[in-house]
């Protein structure tokens, strides 16, 4: 009781700090200075590659009993599931950036940046200027995002760790080393130059956006081209939920709003909606701790409670008119999907564990939700609220 005390409060003080976020997490245990374990972690102990990083985080998870996605956070020193990273305190650098303990970057610098603070919360790090007119966000779920926006011009460079090739394809820069492929696009008309190891984006405004391939989902050709949507502003959102329903939910379009309305087993319900009423891309990242599925059942999407069309390519979908969803179930136990909505109200969709092949109608969902979440109408200033009660909850029944 007294370490479910404990929690709450720590909880409850990071809630309060009421920070702007380009996406929102939720479920699980949040990261903080106090919840290390065994003392503070000095800055210049853990400023070493991604590998070393990645195994004192994983140390200090079994330490503190925490799975899935979220960072454990000490001293400018990010320890997630996924991603790990320092942050520079004087010059607000991203510094050592690592996915799955392979170092991407030697730093990801913007230039003129007049650090505020940085702060975590959750699966979140979010890296301000003092004017908020940079905001950087990174983000630990299976594709690693991060997003930079800048309301003023100007330049943002990105310093590649040894081994590490970039390549400019389409007004894409596709990053390759050691079995991972990831890219960034910028969602305006600024300039894009690679330069041996640096890539350097700017001088401009608007978004940049990193974005690798979701490292325990299945590669595959879509994800090039669903940062090239991104561009188009095509590209809605991103969903990824894991273990101890722990859950991301990033919006690449200023106008999308997604909220989750309850986690079941064998059930998600989520609402979607946008002002702008032009066709969007939903990408969903799911393992088999959230919903359950085995070799014998299959998942069926649902849009307004009626049997969403699923197409077999991705291509398909890319070049689809009518709303529609691609899915593959790689091993069993993930599921990556892919869905695109022609044309936006406020729509409903569910993602349901069924058996055999006959699809049956989705009755209406009336019970409160289990796990809600909203995600901000425009993804960088809007405010994100912990979710104290399930925090509390899931400690209790650990007793």
């Given at each position: 009781?007294?370490?479910s005390?404990?929690?709450?409060?720590?909880?409850?003080?990071?809630?309060?700090?009421?920070?702007?976020?380009?996406?929102?997490?939720?479920?699980?245990?949040?990261?903080?200075?106090?919840?290390?374990g065994?003392?503070?972690?000095?800055?210049?102990?853990?400023?070493?590659?991604?590998?070393?990083?990645?195994?004192?985080?994983?140390?200090?998870?079994?330490?503190q009993?925490?799975?899935?996605m979220?960072?454990?956070?000490?001293?400018?020193?990010?320890?997630?599931?996924?991603?790990?990273?320092?942050?520079?305190?004087?010059?607000?650098?991203v510094?050592?950036?690592?996915?799955?303990?392979?170092?991407?970057?030697?730093?990801?610098?913007?230039?003129?940046?007049?650090?505020?603070?940085?702060?975590?919360v959750?699966?979140?790090?979010?890296?301000?200027?003092?004017?908020?007119?940079?905001?950087?966000?990174?983000?630990?779920?299976?594709?690693?995002?991060?997003?930079?926006?800048?309301?003023?011009a100007?330049?943002?460079?990105?310093?590649?760790?040894?081994?590490v090739?970039a390549?400019?394809?389409?007004?894409?820069?596709?990053?390759?080393?050691?079995?991972?492929?990831?890219?960034?696009?910028?969602?305006?008309?600024?300039?894009?130059?690679?330069?041996?190891?640096?890539?350097?984006?700017?001088?401009?405004?608007?978004?940049v956006?990193?974005?690798?391939?979701p490292?325990?989902?299945?590669?595959?050709?879509?994800?090039?081209?669903?940062?090239?949507?991104?561009?188009?502003?095509?590209?809605?959102?991103?969903?990824?939920?894991?273990?101890?329903?722990?859950?991301?939910?990033?919006?690449?379009s200023?106008?999308?709003?997604?909220?989750?309305?309850?986690?079941e087993?064998?059930?998600?319900?989520?609402?979607?909606?946008?002002?702008?009423?032009?066709?969007?891309?939903?990408?969903?990242?799911?393992?088999?701790?959230s919903?359950?599925?085995?070799?014998?059942?299959?998942?069926?999407?649902?849009?307004?409670?009626?049997?969403?069309?699923?197409?077999?390519?991705?291509q398909?979908?890319?070049?689809?008119?009518?709303?529609s969803?691609?899915?593959?179930?790689?091993?069993?136990?993930?599921?990556?999907?892919?869905?695109?909505?022609?044309?936006?109200?406020?729509?409903?969709?569910?993602?349901?564990?069924?058996?055999?092949?006959?699809?049956?109608?989705?009755?209406?969902?009336?019970?409160?939700?289990?796990?809600?979440?909203?995600?901000?109408?425009?993804?960088?200033?809007e405010?994100?609220?912990?979710?104290?009660?399930?925090?509390?909850?899931?400690q209790?029944?650990?007793?």
């Amino acid at each position: 009781m007294k370490r479910s005390m404990k929690i709450a409060a720590v909880m409850l003080a990071i809630i309060t700090l009421a920070l702007p976020i380009y996406g929102q997490t939720g479920g699980g245990m949040m990261g903080g200075k106090d919840m290390m374990g065994g003392g503070m972690i000095g800055g210049d102990m853990m400023r070493g590659i991604a590998k070393d990083m990645m195994n004192k985080g994983h140390e200090m998870r079994n330490q503190q009993d925490m799975t899935g996605m979220g960072f454990m956070h000490s001293e400018g020193n990010n320890f997630g599931n996924y991603v790990t990273f320092s942050v520079n305190n004087n010059t607000g650098a991203v510094m050592n950036y690592g996915i799955t303990g392979i170092t991407i970057f030697d730093s990801i610098n913007v230039a003129n940046f007049d650090l505020k603070d940085s702060t975590t919360v959750g699966a979140l790090t979010r890296i301000a200027n003092k004017n908020s007119s940079v905001v950087m966000q990174l983000h630990d779920n299976p594709a690693s995002v991060i997003n930079i926006k800048t309301e003023t011009a100007t330049t943002i460079t990105f310093d590649l760790a040894d081994g590490v090739k970039a390549l400019k394809e389409d007004d894409v820069v596709k990053i390759e080393t050691d079995n991972l492929t990831a890219f960034i696009v910028s969602t305006n008309s600024t300039s894009i130059n690679i330069d041996g190891g640096v890539v350097r984006i700017g001088p401009g405004s608007g978004s940049v956006i990193f974005r690798a391939m979701p490292v325990n989902m299945p590669v595959n050709g879509m994800h090039q081209k669903f940062m090239g949507e991104m561009m188009r502003n095509r590209a809605g959102a991103e969903v990824s939920l894991g273990m101890s329903n722990k859950y991301s939910i990033i919006n690449y379009s200023e106008n999308m709003n997604v909220v989750i309305k309850s986690m079941e087993v064998n059930r998600m319900r989520m609402t979607i909606n946008s002002t702008d009423s032009s066709g969007k891309f939903v990408m969903m990242n799911i393992d088999n701790s959230s919903l359950v599925w085995n070799k014998n059942q299959k998942m069926r999407l649902y849009l307004d409670n009626k049997p969403m069309r699923q197409v077999m390519t991705e291509q398909e979908l890319f070049d689809a008119k009518e709303s529609s969803f691609w899915l593959a179930m790689p091993g069993g136990n993930r599921m990556q999907a892919m869905m695109y909505i022609a044309n936006f109200s406020e729509r409903t969709v569910d993602i349901v564990v069924e058996d055999g092949t006959t699809p049956t109608p989705t009755p209406a969902i009336t019970q409160p939700a289990k796990t809600p979440v909203s995600t901000p109408a425009t993804p960088g200033f809007e405010i994100m609220l912990g979710l104290l009660g399930a925090g509390i909850a899931y400690q209790l029944r650990r007793k």
